[in-house]
């Protein structure tokens, strides 16, 4: 069974930065996706990586970092220019590989961005 555990959650103000990080045991797999649900909105996908490929959703591009470490089994997700509405549930998964779907989630940490 594959487990998932979100940290580095937090509020800051707008224009500034956080790390997300996703510890994942027995040990990360090949396909992992940061996700975030906003209250009364549905989840939506704001990165992805296979190896060394990445897929960023518009909204996040050129500001969100994915990375993976697998010598740590650990995902992060570095969040930059943060804005108002980048506040949200953000949650780690393992993925089908290209694709957005989640197979095994984690419980999600709060990133709250104030103006």
């Known amino acids: 069974q594959v487990q998932l555990r979100e940290s580095g959650g937090g509020s800051v103000q707008a224009g500034g930065s956080l790390r997300l990080s996703c510890s994942v045991s027995p040990y990360i797999l090949s396909c992992m996706g940061w996700f975030r649900q906003a209250p009364g909105k549905e989840r939506e996908g704001v990165a992805r990586i296979y190896n060394d490929a990445t897929t960023y959703a518009d909204s996040v591009k050129g500001r969100f970092t994915i990375s993976k470490d697998n010598a740590k089994n650990t995902l992060y997700l570095e969040m930059n220019s943060l804005k108002p509405e980048d506040t949200a549930m953000y949650y780690c998964?393992?993925?089908?590989?290209?694709?957005?779907?989640?197979?095994?989630w984690g419980q999600g940490t709060q990133v709250t961005v104030s103006i």
């Open positions: 998964a393992a993925v089908s590989c290209g694709t957005w779907s989640g197979r095994y």
